[in-house]
């Protein structure tokens, strides 16, 4: 069974910085792409950033220059570091993996969303 369990969230002022942690354990052989997605109130799931397994990564417009995403392929681990935060990055924040493999299976995963909340 795989789980991916994330931590980091909480309350920061405009123009602070957290950073957030995603954790996959599980029999995992190997794992395509690791990422994460926001959901703010009354607004559809947007991707924020992902890594593949080979190092490339993509950011929302809206992160460019601010947040930068990290993976560890052997801990199968992956962070965000978000720095000057803005109101509008209020949201559940969900680590994703994509085409994780394992001995026995190949499956997509969600966390359970931790939450960042920007607000002076």
């Known amino acids: 069974q795989v789980q991916l369990v994330e931590s980091g969230g909480g309350l920061v002022q405009p123009g602070g910085s957290l950073r957030l942690s995603c954790a996959a354990s599980g029999s995992i052989v190997s794992i395509n792409v690791m990422g994460w997605y926001r959901q703010a109130p009354g607004k559809l799931r947007e991707l924020v950033a992902a890594?593949?397994?080979?190092?490339?990564?993509s950011y929302a417009d809206s992160v460019k220059g601010r947040f930068t995403i990290s993976r560890d392929n052997a801990k199968n681990t992956v962070n965000l570091q978000m720095n000057s935060l803005k109101p509008e990055d209020t949201a559940v924040y969900y680590c994703y993996a994509d085409r994780v493999a394992t001995i026995s299976t190949v499956g997509d995963y969600w966390g359970k969303g931790t939450l960042v909340t920007v607000s002076s």
């Open positions: 890594m593949t397994s080979g190092g490339s990564t």
